[in-house]
């Protein structure tokens, strides 16, 4: 099956429901990815905070320090149970992340603090060389329950 960059939101045979999009490894391209991300959650039903914010860190990271010239990054969503997965894949693995707490003046560095402090759950996986892929877990709200009994939701 032929995808077109940006154009990949899909489910799995098994009904995990997942989006992957390939941006470019720049300023814009990290916005976007936060933009697509919102979109895709909405669509899903899904609460966009705190995993906007998330995949904001994540894909800045990505287009400023895991940046390589005509090489893209890859933003991965997908839901099993009642979690769901943020990964950014980039091509410099040989940079892997690390939480570092940056000087009180410093107008960057606080990046991965945020994601440590918003996800429940994050990581790095290096990858087939030269890729790693960074990735948090957000556990999801449990569904409100049904009270009518009627089986049907939001009519």
Not at 6 to 17: F, H, K, R, S, V
Not at 68 to 93: A, K, N, Q
């Amino acid at each position: 099956m032929n995808q077109k960059i940006g154009e990949t939101a899909t489910q799995l045979d098994n009904c995990i429901p997942n989006f992957t999009v390939l941006l470019l490894s720049t300023p814009r391209g990290a916005r976007l990815a936060r933009l697509l991300a919102a979109d895709q959650l909405r669509s899903w039903g899904l609460p966009t905070d705190p995993a906007t914010h998330i995949v904001a860190e994540l894909a800045a990271n990505a287009a400023t320090h895991g940046r390589l010239p005509g090489r893209s990054f890859r933003l991965t969503l997908y839901v099993v149970g009642r979690t769901l997965r943020i990964e950014v894949t980039d091509t410099r693995g040989d940079r892997l992340p690390k939480v570092e707490v940056p000087d009180a003046h410093a107008e960057s560095g606080r990046g991965l603090m945020l994601v440590d402090a918003l996800a429940d759950r994050w990581d790095v996986t290096e990858g087939r060389f030269p890729r790693k892929t960074v990735w948090a877990e957000l556990s999801l709200p449990s569904p409100e329950p049904d009270l009518t009994g009627s089986g049907d939701a939001g009519d």
